[in-house]
T-cell receptor, first 116, second 115 residues
Framework: AQTVTQSQPEMSVQEAETVTLSCTYD???????LFWYKQPPSRQMILVIRQEAYKQQNATENRFSVNFQKAAKSFSLKISDSQLGDAAMYFCAYRSRETSGSRLTFGEGTQLTVNP | DAMVIQNPRYQVTQFGKPVTLSCSQTLNHNVMYWYQQKSSQAPKLLFH???????NEADTPDNFQSRRPNTSFCFLDIRSPGLGDAAMYLC??????????????FGPGTRLTVT
């Protein structure tokens, strides 16, 4: 079974600064997806960024980028130029590509605070 | 805009009184999921429908049931809610298939209170 670990329960960053959220995972599969989801206080879960395991290039979405290290099974999220609206719970998630309709395995989450 | 809609957003029920939560989607996704999320925890998958096929998680209590009458709608039935069932219930959808990227799109959730 796959597991996802987020070792930082809480993080804080100053507005306009850069912060990196850590995520490691364990799997025996070679083909899978990794996601970062954001859940603001309003509680709607929003997809931030997606990485396909067979792609070596790190995914980037505007101020959000990942550092995907497949051999190390690491998938960190970097938020550049942090904004107050980035404050949220961030979940790292794993999804197998080898089985259809399979579950998302979530990490425990990292609560990000952005200080003005 | 295509979206996942959950009704109601807030639901209060009495201990033991059946309750139904609803989810609809305009994304035409073939997979629909129900998650339970308690405060400051990750969502916990209860079950999902792949098209019409129901897939129950092994540790989902029998108290929880689901129905998917058509592609667009999915319901979560809690037959006899207990105090421990108070939580946020999230519906999500995804499009499965070789050409698709499998990300799940979440609704805003229904917060269930059991009195």
């Amino acid at each position: 079974a796959q597991t996802v670990t987020q070792s930082q329960p809480e993080m804080s960053v100053q507005e306009a600064e850069t912060v990196t959220l850590s995520c490691t995972y364990d799997t025996s599969e070679s083909d899978y997806y990794l996601f970062w989801y954001k859940q603001p206080p309003s509680r709607q879960m929003i997809l931030v960024i997606r990485q396909e395991a067979y792609k070596q290039q790190n995914a980037t979405e505007n101020r959000f980028s990942v550092n995907f290290q497949k051999a190390a099974k690491s998938f960190s999220l970097k938020i550049s130029d942090s904004q107050l609206g980035d404050a949220a719970m961030y979940f790292c998630a794993y999804r197998s590509r080898e089985t259809s309709g399979s579950r998302l395995t979530f990490g425990e989450g990292t609560q990000l605070t952005v200080n003005p | 805009d295509a979206m996942v809609i959950q009704n109601p957003r807030y639901q209060v029920t009495q201990f033991g009184k059946p309750v139904t939560l609803s989810c609809s989607q305009t994304l035409n996704h073939n997979v629909m999921y129900w998650y339970q999320q308690k405060s400051s925890q990750a969502p916990k998958l209860l079950f999902h429908y792949y098209d019409k096929d129901f897939n129950n998680e092994a540790d989902t209590p029998d108290n929880f049931q689901s129905r998917r009458p058509n592609t667009s709608f999915c319901f979560l039935d809690i037959r006899s809610p207990g105090l421990g069932d108070a939580a946020m219930y999230l519906c999500a959808t995804s499009r499965e298939g070789r050409k698709y990227s499998y990300e799940q799109y979440f609704g805003p959730g229904t917060r269930l209170t059991v009195t």
